[in-house]
């Protein structure tokens, strides 16, 4: 069974750092790319980061850009995300999805966590 379950969520204050994780089990993952979106009330899901499968070469969207940091360790089927310098407009349901592919499109991914919740207080 494919399953991607994240962790790290959390309330922080503007200007804070949280690190999310996600563990990835029931698939090939070091094949696949590992892409961080981001939900928040009202708004439509966003691209956040995304690592690929094999290099593990890290993209970011701009509005995270020299804030976040995606790794993996492959060891332990995990990636991470490091978010700092958060901002409230930071605050949504973080999801981690895989994909063959890096891509923006969350059409892409063909499985999903079940999302974790991050609060950033102004």
């Known amino acids: 069974e494919v399953q991607l379950v994240e962790s790290g969520g959390g309330l922080v204050q503007a200007g804070g750092s949280l690190r999310l994780s996600c563990v990835a089990s029931?698939?090939?993952?070091?094949?696949?790319?590992i892409g961080w979106f981001r939900q928040a009330p009202g708004k439509p899901r966003e691209g956040v980061s995304c690592?690929?499968?094999?290099?593990?070469?890290?993209h970011y969207g701009d509005s995270v850009m020299g804030r976040f940091t995606m790794s993996a360790d492959n060891a332990k089927n995990t990636v991470h995300l490091q978010m700092n310098s958060l901002k409230p407009e930071d605050t949504a349901v973080y999801y981690c999805?895989?994909?063959?592919?890096?891509?923006?499109?969350?059409?892409?991914?063909?499985?999903w966590g079940q999302g974790t919740q991050v609060t950033v207080s102004s």
């Open positions: 999805a895989a994909s063959q592919m890096c891509t923006w499109s969350s059409n892409t991914y063909g499985a």
């Open positions: 690592i690929s499968g094999g290099d593990r070469y890290t």
């Open positions: 029931g698939f090939p993952w070091n094949d696949y790319a």
